[in-house]
């Protein structure tokens, strides 16, 4: 089993900055990938950015520029830089794992971290 502990939420007036931290723990094996997703109230769940083992970064564009995704390998943690807040980027935060297993794929989610930009 895999555990994946969110932090780093919170309130945040329009312009200003958080950032995200997502530890894994428990059987960790093969990272495919790292990376966090968001959901805001009558919206569906979209990906914000991910990073790969081999560093391969993709963002959506809404948060290019602005968000910074990055990971500890060490500490099997992953980041999420966030600047030039606004209302639009108010949601919760899910944080998101990718396991490679030899004939499948294992996929986790944190349990999310709301982050409200309001001024």
């Known amino acids: 089993q895999v555990q994946l502990v969110e932090s780093g939420g919170g309130l945040v007036q329009p312009g200003g900055s958080l950032r995200l931290s997502c530890a894994a723990s428990?059987?960790?094996?093969?990272?495919?990938?790292m990376g966090w997703y968001r959901q805001a109230p009558g919206k569906e769940r979209e990906l914000v950015a991910t990073i790969t083992s081999g560093g391969t970064i993709n963002y959506t564009d809404s948060v290019k520029g602005r968000f910074t995704i990055s990971r500890d390998n060490a500490k099997n943690t992953v980041y999420l830089q966030m600047n030039s807040l606004n209302a639009e980027d108010t949601a919760v935060y899910y944080c998101?794992?990718?396991?490679?297993?030899?004939?499948?794929?294992?996929?986790?989610w944190g349990q999310g971290t709301q982050v409200t930009v309001s001024s």
């Open positions: 428990g059987s960790i094996f093969n990272i495919n990938a």
């Open positions: 998101n794992i990718v396991l490679t297993g030899r004939t499948a794929q294992y996929q986790y």
